[in-house]
């Protein structure tokens, strides 16, 4: 009888010793388990910051490259931009044994209208002509600001004759309609006639180099107002 109730009670110790060895085990798992979702918390919140600052980054990048490369007046392309699309352009017509061509378009009298409305219906008018030149030329085609009350249309894959016809046709629609504005004493609408005298020159017949191509189209320019304005030069 004796015996039995030692084997009973050595029964429980080593019942009670793999229990607390079970419990150790339980609560090392548990800890091990918070650690782990510890670790794995801060590594999200990590994940959540470098996300954050990829973002800013980005964002940042973007705007830099807008400032670099776009005219804040007119959202089209800068002078910059401009220069380095011609360059890229020439390339891909040597390449590729194809033409170019590249009008300059200025706004006539464009210092009276500053001077006569303020600058800011001309950055108004500016806006507005950059609108109707870029939806009036083709996917493919380029235009920019080059500076001032000047635009720099690149014409891809362009012979002498359409790029006679695209320039007139573009004279054409800046010159159909006048631009509006909302004079800022008196609310009144007012109705801004512009037109504008473009040079052409094309690539191959006028020079092969950007420097030579853009003196070639801003003469025929100069030539196009010295001969009354509202009109297309050729170089």
């Not at 990829?54 to 776009?70: D, N, P, R, S």
């Not at 006539?108 to 950059?130: C, M």
């Not at 006048?178 to 801004?192: G, L, Y």
Request: hydrophobic share 40%.
């Amino acid at each position: 009888m004796i015996s039995q109730t030692h084997a009973q009670l050595d029964e429980l110790i080593q019942l009670r010793v793999a229990y607390e060895e079970l419990l150790h085990a339980y609560e090392r798992e548990v800890q091990c388990r918070e650690k782990l979702q510890k670790e794995y918390n801060e590594l999200s919140t990590m994940t959540r910051h470098q996300q954050k600052m990829f973002a800013m980054v980005k964002e940042l990048y973007g705007e830099q490259v807008q400032v670099a490369t776009i005219d804040p007046v007119t959202s089209l392309p800068n002078h910059r931009t401009v220069m380095c699309k011609i360059d890229e352009e020439l390339q891909q017509s040597q390449q590729l044994q194809c033409g170019c061509a590249i009008l300059f378009i200025d706004l006539d009298h464009f210092k009276s209208i500053n001077d006569t409305y303020g600058h800011r219906a001309g950055d108004a008018v500016l806006q507005e002509i950059a609108r109707r030149l870029r939806i009036s030329l083709r996917l493919e085609d380029f235009v920019g600001r080059y500076g001032g009350e000047e635009f720099t249309v690149v014409l891809h894959d362009t012979g002498m004759e359409v790029a006679v016809q695209v320039a007139e046709r573009l004279r054409m629609e800046v010159a159909a309609l006048p631009c509006t504005w909302e004079a800022e004493e008196t609310q009144e609408i007012v109705e801004i006639p512009v037109t504008t005298s473009i040079g052409i020159s094309i690539y191959h017949e006028h020079g092969e180099t950007r420097e030579a191509l853009i003196e070639a189209a801003d003469k025929a320019m100069y030539r196009a107002k010295h001969s009354g304005r509202n009109r297309a030069c050729l170089a």
